[in-house]
């Protein structure tokens, strides 16, 4: 399985913008999906996971009211909708997706999409 974000940039403050975590390979395999992200000198933190199907999602409390997490299984991709920008969301995003095969689980990343909001 290969993830691959896209989206980032440079924004303003209450800003807008949309990530994008295209996979391919052995999609079938994959069930969960999250963004994670890592800002400068701290550790990587979940921002918002998503169920297999879409029907459950949960979000951290900093990110609450202003994320949406979304995933189209049919174009095998998962979104990150993100408003109302502040600079702490300055980080590296990441895609993560979990996935099971014969049995065995395993955990796949993207390469990370940097967003940085200016004040």
């Known amino acids: 399985v290969h993830l691959v974000e896209s989206g980032g940039g440079l924004v303003q403050a209450g800003g807008s913008l949309r990530l994008s975590c295209a996979t391919s390979g052995s999609t079938f395999s994959i069930n969960a999906m999250g963004w994670y992200r890592q800002a400068p000198g701290k550790q990587r933190e979940l921002v918002a996971a998503?169920?297999?199907?879409?029907?459950?999602?949960n979000y951290a409390d900093s990110v609450k009211g202003r994320f949406t997490i979304s995933r189209d299984n049919a174009k095998n991709t998962m979104y990150l909708q993100m408003n109302s920008l502040k600079p702490e969301d300055t980080a590296v995003y990441y895609c993560?997706?979990?996935?099971?095969?014969?049995?065995?689980?395993?955990?796949?990343w993207g390469q990370g999409a940097q967003v940085t909001v200016s004040s």
């Open positions: 993560n997706a979990h996935g099971i095969r014969g049995g065995i689980g395993y955990i796949y």
């Open positions: 998503i169920t297999s199907g879409g029907g459950n999602t």
